[in-house]
């Protein structure tokens, strides 16, 4: 299978600071890339679609300010929590699309925010 | 109703047993079916997938689906303590076992396979 990679795989911050979460195709060009969050125990709720070359789509409830994404070329999509509180604290997926258009997930980040 | 629904179990069979792992879907849900296994702690990794009526076997694992029912499941022969995972199925809008965007997946059923 395709290889998706996630930097870093886990950090801790302070509240209020912005933490960058770096998403990238390994073997593959990925003109879309998802982002999921998931909580203890709950499954994955899709956030985002990452596309190259044009803003991203947030799915609702998301707050698109707070959480920034960059998808600046076909191996690569940054998400950006910003300000982060808390109530952030979560494993974030990325996944990536090939062109047979099979989604395969990046290793998680998880984010603790103090 | 939610668009995926799980048996959220949990499930707990014996080694060399067949787990059975079911799904259901709500109309909204599209063509194509995944299924995904996660282990604690990591991300979850595709297992199969299956867009036609009817049987897919890989190895251990057999997908089943019935969209008649709009019911999706996975069974696992020959059980081992290897596969002891949360198990997700997830509903992708391409047909033909792709997905173009948004995955909607179910809450995940936790398999446990007992020596």
């Known amino acids: 299978g395709a290889v998706v990679s996630q930097h870093p795989s886990w950090v801790i911050c302070k509240s209020g600071t912005s933490v960058k979460i770096e998403c990238r195709s390994l073997?593959?060009?990925?003109?879309?890339m998802f982002w999921y969050r998931q909580f203890p125990k709950q499954s994955l709720m899709l956030m985002a679609t990452s596309n190259e070359g044009s803003k991203a789509t947030y799915e609702q409830g998301v707050e698109k300010d707070k959480f920034l994404i960059n998808h600046a070329s076909l191996t690569l999509s940054t998400l950006t929590v910003t300000s982060a509180h808390p109530e952030d604290s979560s494993f974030y997926i990325c996944?990536?699309?090939?062109?047979?258009?099979?989604?395969?997930f990046g290793p998680g980040t998880r984010l603790l925010v103090l | 109703q939610k668009e995926v629904e799980q048996n959220s179990g949990p499930l707990s069979v014996p080694e060399g047993a067949i787990a059975s792992l079911n799904c259901t879907y709500s109309?909204?849900?599209?063509?194509?079916f995944f299924w995904y296994r996660q282990y604690s702690g990591k991300s979850p990794e595709l297992i199969m997938s299956?867009?036609?009526?009817g049987d897919k076997e890989d190895g251990r694992f057999t997908a089943q689906l019935n969209k008649a029912s709009q019911y999706v499941s996975l069974l696992i022969r020959d059980s081992q303590p290897s596969d002891s995972a949360t198990y997700l199925c997830a509903g992708g809008d391409g047909a033909g076992g792709t997905s173009y965007g948004k995955l909607t997946f179910g809450q995940g059923t936790i398999l446990t396979v007992h020596p």
């Open positions: 996944s990536a699309l090939t062109n047979e258009k099979t989604q395969y």
């Open positions: 109309d909204r849900v599209s063509q194509s």
């Open positions: 073997d593959f060009q990925a003109t879309t």
């Open positions: 299956i867009y036609s009526n």
